[in-house]
């Protein structure tokens, strides 16, 4: 599977609870995005790793969010003390060169309880 | 700031009819554009893109889009609307916000619904 793969496909929590994304995306691509979908709305861009360097964050990301990815490889997206606002779908994209379209992954569904 | 309007949150079609899905963007720069289709509880998938070039880009599953660069329009069509259409579509426009960050901004997206 050459694909972006991300982990879990769903995650309910209690609020308060942290949790913990992962994304795996293609090997070759060294730009890595997250985003975040609410129900009736486009992606918002959350933040963005140019190899292990996070060169972007986006107002949306919070004190209680931190994104890492320490190899260049596979990132994780961590929320602390979750909120009932947190649930959505977390997406996670990557992509070689500046022209070409983002490679998706399936998305982590979060639902806080 | 470069930003994307899609015009109609719901477009419903018959099946073997043509399909028309709006998008219209703003840009200070010569902007890359792309659909994308989301079926639920999925990500993304990349319908076709413009960077530059022929301004009639053809797609998968049928899909075509054409820059108008006058009109800052970059519509989908599809000639013959198919049930496996439906499912909600993504305009984007990627915009440079300093060095190698481009980033996609995305319209709200357009649920297709196709009736047999």
């Keep these: 599977d050459t694909g972006v793969s991300q982990n879990p496909r769903h995650k309910i929590t209690k609020r308060g609870q942290n949790v913990t994304f992962r994304c795996d995306p293609i090997s070759e691509h ?3 995005y997250w985003y ?9 861009f959350l933040t963005y790793f140019q190899n292990e360097a996070q060169l972007e964050k986006s107002r949306l990301l919070s004190d209680r969010f931190s994104a890492e990815r320490p190899k260049g490889s596979f990132s994780t997206l961590e929320i602390q003390r979750t909120e009932q606002g947190d649930s959505a779908m977390y997406l996670c994209a990557s992509r070689a060169g500046a022209g070409d379209g983002y490679t998706f992954g399936s998305g982590t569904r979060l639902t806080v309880v | 700031a470069q930003s994307v309007t899609q015009l109609g949150s719901h477009v419903s079609v018959s099946e073997g009819a043509l399909v028309l899905l709006r998008c219209n963007y703003s840009s200070s720069v010569p902007p890359y554009l792309f659909w994308y289709v989301q079926y639920p509880n999925q990500g993304l998938q990349l319908l ?3 960077t530059t070039g022929a301004t009639l880009v053809k797609g998968i599953n049928g899909f075509e889009a054409e820059f108008k660069k006058s009109e800052t329009s970059f519509h989908l069509t599809k000639p013959s609307a198919h049930m496996s259409d439906a499912a909600e579509y993504f305009c984007a ?6 060095g190698s960050n481009y980033k996609l901004t995305f ?3 357009t649920l297709l619904t196709v009736n047999p």
Aim: no cysteine; proline share 4%; aromatic share 4%.
């Design chain 2, 48 to 50: 076709l893109k413009y």
């Design chain 2, 93 to 98: 426009v990627i915009t440079n916000s300093g």
């Design chain 2, 107 to 109: 319209g709200k997206g």
């Design chain 1, 30 to 32: 060294n730009r890595l």
């Design chain 1, 36 to 44: 975040r979908q609410t129900l009736g709305q486009g992606p918002e």
